[in-house]
C-alpha cells in the first residue's frame, strides 16, 4: 500500500507565494515520474509540472517562469515552488507519482489566491 500526502495549501493574495509538498510513504521501491495536477472549479484536471528521477523538469505554460518542481528522493517528496500566483492559479493541486506498483495520487490540497 502507497499513500501520497500533499501539504502546503491555503489562502495567499495576487503576487504571493506558496510551497506545496507531497510524501510517499508504504511499500515504496522506486519513485519515477512525479508530478503536480491541478482542478478548477468546473474545469478539467490540467498537468501543471513533471520531474523525472534524475531531476528533469517540464512545465505547463501557463506557469513556466513562476512555479519550479523539484525532489528529494531519499524522502520520496516532490515540491512545488509557487510565486508571483494570480488568481487563475485557484485550484485543487493534486501530486501524481509513478511506482513500480503502479500510478498514484495524492488526495489534493487546496490553493486560493484572492485579496
Known amino acids: 500500500q502507497v499513500q501520497l500526502v500533499e501539504s502546503g495549501g491555503g489562502l495567499v493574495q495576487p503576487g504571493g507565494s506558496l510551497r506545496l509538498s507531497c510524501s510517499a510513504s508504504?511499500?515504496?521501491?522506486?519513485?519515477?515520474?512525479m508530478r503536480w495536477y491541478r482542478q478548477a472549479p468546473g474545469k478539467q484536471r490540467e498537468l501543471v509540472a513533471t520531474?523525472?528521477?534524475?531531476?528533469?523538469?517540464n512545465y505547463a505554460d501557463s506557469v513556466k517562469g513562476r512555479f519550479t518542481i523539484s525532489r528529494d528522493n531519499a524522502k520520496n517528496t516532490v515540491y512545488l515552488q509557487m510565486n508571483s500566483l494570480k488568481p487563475e492559479d485557484t485550484a485543487v493541486y493534486y501530486c501524481?507519482?509513478?511506482?513500480?506498483?503502479?500510478?498514484?495520487w495524492g488526495q489534493g490540497t487546496q490553493v486560493t489566491v484572492s485579496s
Open positions: 501524481n507519482a509513478d511506482l513500480t506498483s503502479g500510478r498514484y
Open positions: 508504504g511499500s515504496i521501491l522506486s519513485i519515477y515520474n
Open positions: 520531474i523525472t528521477f534524475g531531476g528533469i523538469t
